[in-house]
């Protein structure tokens, strides 16, 4: 397994983190979380890794949606252009 490091920090530190992952169940992130400070939490919600699993997935749809429309758009407008 390659080590994650991220790209170095601005005073030149950098962070390589090893090792085995496993999923945790909501129960025990929620209990961690209080146990952060108050900044890693700050950040931690303003991340981008924050956001909403479903979002994206609302999103996906939407942009199928808007490509399928176009797709009749067009076949619309060809069949009048043709008729």
Do not use: N
């Not at 399928?68 to 009048?80: G, Q, R």
């Amino acid at each position: 397994m390659e080590p994650l490091c991220p790209l170095p920090a601005p005073k030149g530190r950098q962070v390589c983190v090893e090792g085995r992952v496993e999923e945790i169940t909501p129960a025990e992130a929620d209990a961690y979380w209080p146990t952060r400070p108050r900044q890693s939490r700050l950040a931690a919600t303003a991340s981008h890794q924050s956001a909403r699993r479903w979002l994206g997935e609302y999103v996906l749809i939407i942009v199928v949606l808007i490509g399928f429309a176009a797709i009749v758009v067009v076949a619309l407008a060809l069949s009048f252009y043709l008729s």
